[in-house]
């Protein structure tokens, strides 16, 4: 894995108009007000995406990971912020560079049953686009096919299939192979393992490894799971109601999380035990994107929450070496209870009291 | 068929049944969904029962609480709740022993909410369906188990509708419904998949402390290993319509005997599991309709010989363990 | 409520687990159809009816429109006499023009027949074809096309084909284009519904994310799986449509006298009623019923299998 950057994103945004009808424009014009706020799915991300790596994008819903995805393959384009593609602002590609990017960066679903069209063949599935596109002729479309499928596993003589004539798992290689048609640089998991089987999950995840090796692939793994995520990624970012709260190494994450949500996700984790466990969750829902707390989102629920926290919204800081976290208990400014960023998790919730400690 | 060790303890026992058998008659077969499953609940214990799609866990639920279709047929040698035998009992008392006695939870709580009313109604229509008290009396045990399950402003809730609400709530409230006549018995079908990681930390919260404080027995369903084993007393791993292995959780997660929980446990991907490969069992389910003779994990198995094509059945191999392989035995 | 549910949540879960290798989508198609015998009937009759109209040439006792072939003494005779020479037997009798009742309806049948499927097909794909566009660019684009569809849809349909004719005459072809004009508005709505409905599927958004043009998505990927509710309402609009012509005939405005359907035929001999002729006006009257009853119920079983829930 090179420290090449093969995309960055800048300040990325995403807004959704809430719809109104008519009768509510006549109520809103009858107060006086203008026109319904804009939801913000995404609220300006920035992420470097390093070549041949495996970032992992966690958070809950609401938090924007998967609007953030399908803004990343195109689907949806974003409504600020920038994308470089190798380099170049996508905004300004045209013709075979447009197209080159547009294919580049390609998606594997969520759910394997609405995934796949129902109408279609398997093979016509996987080979429509690369036809389409000139990547292979007609001629050579059916052994194209055939060799996707078994490297994706599947035995070949099933392309002339529909997709209700297979299993979960196996319509999620179909899918894989959907992706790999196209020879794409990175490819985005949008919970591409959540609804499977753990026997199945663990079949594709090992499919995914060896197609990276294989394939000098690029994975941005969207995921809630963080079992998965420990296992699969190199790097993690963490999200929160639109916002980037935490990123850093795989291993530096679960050691050393910063950020008091990540530490609280960390704490979830389901992990084999012999004996009962005490659960002892965070309170709180999940804040609605329509209506965003002030100051730091995640303060209603936040054991270490300070006055700070309800006014102003704290930035992404490098709290270590390639690690940054977005937390007011990280300023170094002698706040009384403030614990410092490289303070392992369980000691954090010894400053809870108004002590003088200082990092 | 195996019977528990502890014969004496027949008494404390809450549920009992033997030798379930849940088939359904397709057009294009027989589906043995649940295949011979036997379960044993004492009075306040948690059970984990743990299994993949198609391994006949949710029927089995199901068919403990009567809600197997006209398509289905359910025979068992023994099903005993409570004292009522449930392979005897009418349909007009099946009704009333579900939801005082015997309560469910579903994966999604729309299957236990009603869109087109509040939530006040659906409550105290829950409650009058077992017992005659007055509407006050109705929507103050209402308030009460709302608050139970951690549900905060409950007089706000209850006059909501069900879209109001997100779905972690919609959950805490189905849960509420079903504790409404405190039951003995409640069946949880993966009643926390849906949710996120952080709301099902709350509801996992919640169960808990209901199970300890009001003596309520739970079978929890579930396909995650882990995420049960932290609550459960007992766990069993249910594969294509049969328990493989049945046991306490500290000695199912210690000393794993069954090559089909070895497998499930090997694949969870972990911090631990960086680097290599997860360990896949390879294959996958086969069809219900058309299972092999003999053990129907024989041709994913490791373990598997000319022996496994008889199939077997659950032998205790230890104190309170027990196991259906021919090659049960410690992960090698 | 979805047969699924009705069974409960058992079989819910059941129908989940087991792996449907085994059948594939067309045979339980067949076997769902199959399933009603009401609809097994109607769709043999409608056969039947199809192939005596397509094979009129071939297996009418009398070309009734050859002049030659007419003996006016013939005329207004009752069911099952025979002509002068008793080499033909009027099975239905024959009407004023000494036309063989029964060789009459088969050749109405096939005008009728003609002019329902011509004009549903073009109403199909002209309906099919806005209601897509409407769905999947939305906006705008939707809200004028959908504007439309509704200032189509409020008019009645008699009156706007009647309006129609009067402006461009008598004659097959312009009670076909007075028949798509009143029908697209349909198919173009349930196809907006449908579309609507896929666009937000994954396989949609999968096919953008590979780059593939709007029309490609829409006509290759869209367009298939929004068939089986527009399938549906074809089937129920096609007895519309017989029926509506056969009105417009009945008014006299439909089709011309050389090339009857069954409603000209009623019309004919709608005079006759009450004489005593009742034959004329009766027994193409009652193969329009025919027709008609047995298209309603091939077309509400369709709805009933090929609802979205018992599909994949």
């Known amino acids: 894995m090179s420290a090449e950057l093969i995309m960055q994103v800048q300040g990325l945004r995403r807004d959704y108009v809430q719809p109104s009808d008519f009768i509510d424009f006549i109520g809103r014009k009858l107060r006086g007000q203008g026109k319904p706020p804009p939801v913000q799915a995404v609220m300006g991300v920035d992420l470097d995406i390093r070549h041949g790596e495996v970032l992992a994008v966690v958070g809950e819903s609401g938090c924007g990971k998967t609007t953030l995805g399908r803004m990343l393959t195109g689907i949806i384009p974003p409504t600020a912020g920038r994308v470089l593609y190798k380099g170049r602002d996508i905004a300004g590609l045209t013709g075979a560079a447009r197209r080159e990017y547009d294919l580049a960066v390609q998606m594997i679903f969520q759910d394997p049953y609405s995934s796949l069209n129902p109408r279609m063949r398997v093979g016509d599935i996987i080979g429509e686009a690369p036809v389409v596109h000139g990547l292979v002729s007609r001629a050579e479309r059916d052994e194209y096919v055939c060799s996707l499928l078994r490297k994706v596993g599947l035995d070949p003589g099933y392309r002339e299939r529909y997709p209700h004539q297979f299993s979960g798992g196996q319509r999620q290689r179909v899918g894989v192979a959907r992706a790999l048609a196209l020879k794409p640089s990175i490819i985005v998991c949008d919970e591409a393992v959540a609804a499977l089987d753990v026997s199945i999950q663990a079949q594709v995840l090992n499919l995914f490894m060896d197609l990276r090796r294989d394939f000098d692939l690029t994975y941005v793994f969207i995921s809630h799971n963080l079992g998965v995520v420990s296992h699969i990624s190199d790097r993690v970012a963490i999200m929160y109601l639109g916002r980037l709260v935490e990123l850093a190494d795989t291993e530096e994450i679960f050691a050393r999380a910063n950020h008091p949500y990540t530490q609280a996700l960390l704490k979830e984790l389901p992990v084999l035990s012999a004996g009962k466990r005490r659960f002892d969750p965070i309170s709180g829902e999940l804040p609605s994107p329509a209506n965003p707390p002030s100051g730091c989102a995640f303060h209603p629920r936040c054991p270490l929450a300070m006055a700070k926290c309800r006014e102003e919204r704290p930035v992404l800081q490098e709290v270590a070496p390639q690690h940054w976290s977005a937390c007011h208990l990280n300023d170094v400014s002698g706040a009384a209870g403030a614990a410092g960023p490289g303070t392992p998790v369980a000691d954090r919730h010894l400053h809870n009291a108004p002590q003088t400690e200082t990092a | ?332 | 409520m979805s047969r699924v549910a009705q069974q409960g949540p058992a079989v819910a879960a059941l129908e989940e687990s087991t792996a449907r290798l085994e059948t594939s989508r067309w045979r339980r198609f067949v076997a769902q159809f199959a399933s009603s015998k009401a609809a097994m009937v109607s769709l043999l009759v409608l056969l039947v009816a199809i192939g005596a109209a397509v094979l009129a040439p071939w297996i009418s006792p009398q070309n009734p429109y050859d002049l030659a072939a007419l003996d006016i003494l013939d005329a207004k005779l009752p069911p099952g006499s025979k002509n002068f020479d008793g080499s033909l037997t009027y099975w239905l009798g024959t009407d004023g023009q000494a036309r063989d009742v029964l060789s009459a309806i088969l050749y109405g049948m096939r005008t009728s027949l003609f002019v329902g499927f011509v004009s549903v097909t073009a109403a199909f794909l002209i309906g099919a074809a806005v209601g897509l566009i409407a769905a999947y660019f939305g906006g705008r684009m939707d809200a004028f096309l959908m504007r439309l569809v509704d200032m189509q849809l409020s008019f009645p349909s008699i009156l706007v084909a009647l309006v129609l004719l009067a402006a461009l005459g008598k004659g097959v072809d312009k009670v076909i284009i007075a028949l798509i004009v009143v029908q697209w508005a349909y198919f173009a709505r349930a196809a907006r519904a449908a579309a609507i409905v896929e666009r937000n599927k994954e396989y949609v958004e999968a096919a953008s994310c590979m780059a593939l043009s709007w029309h490609r998505i829409l006509w290759r990927h869209v367009f298939p799986n929004c068939i089986p509710p527009l399938m549906v309402i074809a089937t129920i609009d096609l007895a519309h449509a017989i029926a509506l012509e056969a009105t417009l005939s009945f008014l006299g405005v439909g089709v011309p006298v050389t090339e009857p359907s069954l409603g000209m035929l009623i019309s004919n001999g709608f005079e006759f009623l009450l004489s005593g002729t009742y034959w004329i006006c009766f027994f193409p009257g009652i193969a329009l019923a025919v027709v008609v009853v047995s298209i309603n119920l091939v077309g509400d079983h369709l709805r009933d299998i090929l609802n979205p829930r018992n599909e994949v």
């Open chain 2, 1 to 332: 068929m195996a019977k528990q060790s502890d014969m004496n303890g027949n008494n404390d026992l809450l549920l009992d049944v033997q030798g379930l058998k849940t088939w359904f008659y397709t057009r294009d077969g027989v589906v043995k969904a649940v295949d011979g499953v036997s379960l044993q609940l004492k009075r306040g214990e948690i059970l984990g029962l743990v299994g993949e799609s198609g391994s006949g866990k949710s029927v089995t639920g199901f068919s403990i609480m009567g809600l197997v279709g006209e398509r289905g047929k359910v025979h068992a040698e023994r099903m005993m709740f409570d004292g009522y035998d449930l392979t005897k009992v009418s349909a007009e008392q099946m009704r009333s022993l579900r939801g005082s006695r015997l309560a469910m939870i579903f994966q999604d709580p729309m299957m236990t909410l009603n869109p087109t009313l509040r939530i006040d109604t659906q409550m105290m229509e829950a409650v009058h369906a077992h017992e005659k008290v007055s509407r006050r009396a109705a929507r103050e045990r209402s308030l009460e188990v709302l608050r139970m399950v951690g549900i905060p402003a409950p007089e706000a809730r209850l006059k909501a509708y069900p879209h109001h609400l997100s779905g972690g709530m919609r959950q805490r409230i189905a849960i509420a419904i079903a504790l409404l006549n405190a039951p003995k018995l409640i069946i949880a079908d993966e009643p926390t998949t849906a949710l996120d990681v952080t709301i099902q930390g709350q509801i996992l919260y919640e169960v808990q402390k209901l199970c300890r404080e009001m003596g309520t027995a739970l079978i929890w369903i579930t396909h995650d290993l882990a995420l049960v084993s932290g609550l459960a007393d007992r766990m069993a791993v249910m594969y294509a319509g049969h328990i493989v292995e049945s046991t306490s959780t500290a000695e199912l997660i210690e000393r794993p005997m069954h090559p089909y929980t070895h497998g499930l446990m090997s694949s969870i991907p972990s911090l631990g599991t960086r680097g290599q490969p997860l360990f896949q069992i390879p294959g996958s389910t086969p069809s219900l309709l058309h299972l092999p003779p003999g053990c129907a994990f024989r041709t994913r198995c490791y373990r598997a010989d000319a022996q496994c094509e008889h199939a077997p059945s659950l032998l205790p191999v230890g104190d309170d363990h027990l196991v259906s392989c021919w090659h049960s035995g410690e992960k090698s």
